[in-house]
């Protein structure tokens, strides 16, 4: 059987999300999480592609910035839902309510931005997915909100809840938070930069 590839330096994890921990455990052993400390709605891009560029690598900045950081592999990421507007966060209830009402019977675009910082190199990358949600009732859409914790996802919703989600297309783990084809290909460049560093 062959051997699984993972990272083996210590990677600090500027998010606290728990899927892209775990997303990113699947790929490296070494983890600390410390979500950077930003105010995002201030944040501007001409573009999604652009914005959560921008936002990942504020958030890789200001947590590579800390001195308890300094020689550590940094990862930040930010992810949203794009369907003639930008979807973040729901606020509350109401705002998941009409987010999901929106997005109901369409499809829409996810896009994740990643900023991976490390021996003084960033490396900033973005990956697009497609997300078709099904036709459901005010009833379902309402039942969804209740039983499922919408207000930490963009879009107010997670596709591997396998609840409102009909068919995708691209990068699943890019839909869930963390691109982490993308991702390996890219900690492997760092990976093989320090061997030749060591070399």
Not at 23 to 33: E, M, R
Not at 163 to 172: C, M
Request: include cysteine; proline fraction near 4%; aromatic fraction near 6%.
């Amino acid at each position: 059987m062959a051997r699984t590839w993972k990272f083996c330096e210590r990677i600090v994890l500027a998010s606290a999300s728990p899927r892209r921990l775990q997303l990113l455990s699947d790929i490296a052993d070494d983890i600390v999480v410390a979500p950077a400390d930003i105010d995002e709605s201030a944040v501007r891009a001409p573009s999604p592609r652009a914005l959560v560029r921008k936002l990942s690598l504020l958030k890789a900045s200001a947590v590579a910035g800390r001195a308890e950081n300094e020689g550590s592999v940094v990862i930040g990421a930010d992810t949203v839902v794009y369907l003639d507007k930008l979807y973040g966060k729901p606020r509350d209830r109401a705002d998941a309510l009409k987010m999901l009402g929106e997005l109901n019977g369409r499809t829409h675009a996810v896009y994740t931005g990643v900023t991976v910082i490390a021996r003084g190199e960033v490396r900033t990358f973005s990956v697009r997915s497609e997300v078709t949600f099904r036709d459901m009732s005010e009833e379902e859409i309402a039942d969804y909100v209740d039983t499922h914790h919408p207000y930490d996802k963009a879009g107010g919703y997670a596709i591997q809840e396998g609840v409102v989600v009909r068919a995708y297309k691209g990068s699943l783990t890019n839909i869930i938070g963390l691109p982490t084809e993308k991702l390996v290909k890219v900690l492997k460049e760092v990976q093989s930069g320090a061997d030749r560093i060591v070399g």
